[in-house]
């Protein structure tokens, strides 16, 4: 039964990757990240294919060897999150939500921005 959830949760997870490919906004390598940790533990196949993959297979590998995310992706990253943030202004939400989303995304912006590349 854990096998099979994992296996869908490492289906799932790579369908929101692929969206992500082509849908802005929508972040692919996390999503292929949590897939590989998934299909590693319900279908190592299935894992090796994903790693070995041409176009999906060199963010994870990246991430895996030495804690890299590429330039592009820390860029997009980091807009998503100014861009929210610029929302929530525009959108008139409370002081004290918009605090609490600078801080949880200057935390993660601070993270993405320190990896190597």
Do not use: N, Y
Request: aromatic fraction near 8%; charged fraction near 15%; charge should be positive.
């Amino acid at each position: 039964m854990q096998r099979i959830g994992f296996l869908a949760l490492g289906w799932a997870a790579l369908a929101l990757g692929a969206i992500g490919v082509v849908l802005p906004g929508l972040p692919t390598t996390p999503f292929l990240l949590v897939a590989a940790f998934a299909f590693g533990k319900g279908s190592p196949r299935m894992r090796a294919w994903l790693v070995d993959h041409a176009h999906l297979g060199p963010p994870i590998r990246d991430w895996e060897d030495r804690g890299a995310i590429s330039r592009r992706a820390k860029v997009l990253a980091v807009s998503m999150m100014a861009a929210l943030l610029a929302l929530s202004f525009i959108l008139g939400l409370s002081g004290w939500l918009i605090a609490i989303q600078a801080v949880c995304m200057g935390g993660a912006a601070l993270f993405v921005l320190t990896r190597p590349e």
